[in-house]
């Protein structure tokens, strides 16, 4: 199975900054079949990313993703309060489907 | 807007069937894909696979001998069996729209159930 491995564990910013998050897989991800995920404390995750790039419905505009073959980056262009989340990416063009460790981005 | 809402039984024994139901709301089953993943401490997020209204499946292949997902079209729901349980299937259990097809992002979610497995 496609390990993912996730880059930093936490990130600690302040409101305005930018973040970069990666996502390493041990092997090439199929196509673009890569996605990102925010995860609220008490929530289900939410999608924010698919095939690698595309923004979910109703993503703000300052959420980017970017990558290929097995290197991957979520980008928060510019962060906010409500930003305060885990994230997790996912690979979905091989079976078993498999999700990163997370990132915690804490705001400052 | 589709919306996902799961029940089932949060405490089972060791060696016990872990059964949970989600309901499909607003929106068809048909024309999607429609997954179960967990979520523990120990070992993160991971898919349990995912099921059409036809009842076509897509089964994790480590997991497959003990998890069964199956469909109800006339109820609109679909559900996730898991036997023998062991402690280490304690995880908040989620369902969750398959984007686009089979083996796609998961774009709609449950609201979560906790399953503890203990004695």
């Known amino acids: 199975e496609i390990v993912l491995t996730q880059s930093p564990g936490t990130l600690s910013l302040s409101p305005g900054e930018r973040a970069t998050l990666s996502c390493r897989a041990s092997q090439s991800v199929t196509k673009t079949y890569l996605a990102w995920y925010q995860q609220k404390p008490g929530q289900a995750p939410r999608l924010l990313i698919y095939e690698v790039s595309s923004r979910a419905t109703g993503i703000p505009d300052r959420f980017s993703g970017s990558g290929s073959g097995t290197d991957f980056t979520l980008t928060i262009s510019t962060l906010e309060p409500e930003d305060s989340a885990v994230y997790y990416c996912?690979?979905?063009?091989?079976?078993?489907?498999?999700f990163g460790g997370g990132t915690k981005v804490e705001i400052k | 807007q589709v919306q996902l809402q799961q029940w089932g039984a949060g405490l089972l024994k060791p060696s016990g069937t872990l059964s949970l139901t989600c309901g499909v709301f607003g929106g068809p089953l048909s024309g999607y894909y429609w997954a179960w993943v967990r979520q523990s401490p120990g070992k993160g997020l991971e898919w349990l696979g995912e099921i059409n209204y036809r009842g076509s499946t897509n089964d994790h292949p480590f997991l497959k001998s003990r998890v069964t997902i199956s469909v109800d079209t006339s109820r609109n729901q679909f559900s996730l069996r898991l036997t023998s349980a062991t402690a280490a299937d304690t995880a908040v259990y989620y369902c969750?729209?398959?984007?686009?097809?089979?083996?796609?992002?998961?774009?709609?979610w449950g609201q979560g159930t906790m399953v503890i497995v203990s004695s």
């Open positions: 969750a729209r398959v984007r686009a097809g089979a083996y796609d992002a998961l774009d709609v």
């Open positions: 996912h690979q979905y063009g091989n079976s078993p489907l498999t």
